[in-house]
């Protein structure tokens, strides 16, 4: 376990105590999100890479050193992370660069990177002594956390849209959480959960307010480092839609600087939906805020017109001379087929987009020859399975006779 020595305002900078029960900054409100911070000279003498080579734990649990939790018996008892890691020499080849690796992170628990906040939220509640636990959610934060605080043995109060996938709600339910779907956007069931919350007292998972989700999201970059030996990607494709994954990768790595096992954090490139991009325009305009708008996507994951971690993701590609892109819903459907078709990987729409602005990125002729790029698959492709019908294409139905299958094949050559 990690000390957590301050939590810091992204904003102005100004600290609290741990201790304190702060979850935004004070005086900068809910844009002021707060850095975990740790005694890093400490940290330094036992997150070495021979002590983790030691660890026997395949899931998250194994970086605790790093993790902002008092005592491991509070995780959840699922597997999550230790995702596959893929070198694909086929798409190094196309797109002219030295490596191209994909992480699968639909391949956890739930089927979404967004397992990694929530084993991480459910130990701070039951470290907090709640007995209940509730999140705002475009669907996968919801289905992470519900089947950890099922495993966790806390009641999960879940909001979502109206509109969140079926088989996403779906997942809600079998967890035994008590779904509310909320009529309209994320936006409202983000101002809904947060007015329950307050009124009933159930723990806030919400990432982009709790700040020790965050600290679950790096772990996928503490994974990639540990999996490469420290010798990082110069560059991580990541989709963004509140800006939660993309600031966790920059935790992560930022960690690893501080502790001296990396000495550059890589560019961080955030890759939003050209219908819900606020976070991309103020990149791309130099601006410190955000303005909202109205989302239109298939993205239904990074359907995000409000984003509520703007600041910290902002900082994320700022700081890691990284970069933004937008990407059609043509370019992601594209990208689910070539993906599946290539790697293997079925990511969901949002899952992909990390990828379909990879190749978009190929195409703008900003990629070096002697790069190695990473790209993160955030979820699995049957989360929603209308937009993969949707990018899949149609089967023949035939009699059950050689001549119909005989007519069909001909007629494809
Ligand atoms: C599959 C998937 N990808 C990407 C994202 C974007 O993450 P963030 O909202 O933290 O930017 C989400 C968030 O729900 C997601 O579920
Ligand atoms: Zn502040």
Redesign the pocket.
């Known amino acids: 376990m990690a000390l957590v020595k301050k939590l810091k305002c992204v904003l102005c900078g100004k600290e609290f105590d741990p201790e304190s029960d702060t979850f935004t900054c004070t005086d900068c409100g809910p844009d002021g999100t707060l850095d975990v911070l740790y005694d890093y000279g400490e940290i330094k003498g036992k997150f070495t890479p021979k002590a983790l080579f030691q660890r026997k734990e395949k899931s998250i649990s194994r970086y605790i050193d790093l993790l902002p939790i008092s005592d491991p018996s509070f995780f959840p008892n699922l597997k999550v992370g230790c995702s596959p890691l893929y070198e694909s020499s086929f798409w190094a080849k196309k797109l002219g660069v030295r490596q191209v690796l994909i992480k699968d992170d639909g391949r956890n628990p739930t089927a979404?990177?967004?397992d990694r906040a929530s084993f991480i939220g459910v130990a701070k509640a039951k470290e907090a002594g709640a007995t209940s636990i509730s999140c705002a959610?475009?669907?996968?934060?919801a289905s992470s956390l519900a089947g950890c605080a099922a495993v966790g043995g806390l009641d999960c109060y879940i909001f979502v849209p109206e509109k969140a996938p079926i088989n996403k709600v779906t997942q809600l339910l079998i967890y035994g959480a008590k779904v509310f779907l909320v009529k309209e956007t994320y936006e409202d069931a983000f101002r809904l959960a947060s007015k329950a919350i307050e009124t009933y007292g159930w723990y806030n998972r919400n990432?982009a307010i709790n700040p020790y989700l965050v600290e679950g999201?790096k772990t996928c970059a503490l994974e990639l480092a540990e999996e490469l030996s420290f010798d990082l990607p110069d560059k991580v494709f990541?989709?963004?839609?509140?800006?939660?994954?993309?600031?966790?990768f920059y935790k992560g790595f930022y960690d690893l600087k501080q502790i001296g096992l990396i000495d550059e954090i890589p560019e961080l490139i955030g890759v939003q939906a050209e219908g819900a991009a606020p976070i991309y325009k103020a990149f791309i305009e130099g601006k410190n805020f955000i303005t909202k708008e109205k989302t239109n996507t298939l993205a239904d994951?990074?359907a995000?017109g409000e984003?509520r971690?703007w600041a910290k993701?902002l900082r994320a590609v700022r700081n890691s001379g990284g970069d933004m892109v937008t990407v059609t819903d043509e370019e992601i459907l594209e990208a689910m087929r070539l993906l599946a078709r290539t790697s293997g990987v079925f990511g969901?729409p949002?899952?992909v987009?990390g990828f379909a602005g990879l190749l978009k990125y190929a195409q703008s002729h900003k990629l070096k020859g002697d790069e190695s790029i990473a790209v993160i698959v955030?979820?699995n492709g049957l989360?929603d399975s209308e937009s993969a019908r949707k990018a899949a294409g149609r089967p023949f139905v035939v009699e059950p006779t050689l001549e119909a299958v005989s007519r069909i094949l001909g007629s494809m050559n």
């Open positions: 979404s990177f967004k959610s475009t669907g996968n934060a990432s999201k990541v989709s963004v839609g509140d800006g939660c994954i993309i600031s966790g994951s990074i995000v984003p971690n993701a969901e949002a899952g987009a955030t979820g989360k």
